[in-house]
């Protein structure tokens, strides 16, 4: 009986030893968690008012740090954004209303009022879903383990109007207290601009 143990371990170390070797550098996928689906590779159309981002990050040493991650991906494709849908507002604003671009009144509020649309955006995104991918690679040392991790954040038109408003109210009660009439009649020509615009018009 031990004799056929040694025997079948002896072909077992056989076979293992004769099995081809993985290259160094090949990356295996393992396993999958959350949905994984086609928008981590084409980014959902804006559709409905509703505009989609993704953020990603690859070769995270941890699950939690990759979420992070790309979450903050995410989070920054949003401010721009922000950035652009406000200074096409600002530049409306300011042709119909005839002010100059150096105007030293208007430019540090409204410097003020895009650094807090942004952040309040931002805060008030939606993530709809997320996909954790973990790989095995085959290293000099021997075998490591990464994530790639993608999620998918949403802001709708009508969100970001409700907020844009909050905020610029906001910023006009500032304006007001520093007896700043022009940066606050600025202000609210801008918060009507932005409730006045159709954004987020549906892709072809």
Known sequence: MKV????????????????????????????????????IYNIPKTKDGIAYFRGAKTGAVSEEGGLNDARMHAAQQVAEMVKTEANVDYERARVEYGIPKDDKDIGSVVRDAFIALSDAIVQGIKEVKSCVEKYEEITHEGVRYFYNVYTLVSISEEDYKRIAARVFEKEMEKARAMKNRKAEEFLDKMREEVQQRRMFKGEE
């Open 4 to 39: 056929k143990v040694i025997g079948m371990a002896v072909v077992a170390g056989l076979l293992f030893s004769c099995a081809p070797k993985k290259p160094i550098g090949t990356q295996t996928l393992i396993s999958k968690k959350g949905d994984c689906g086609d928008w």
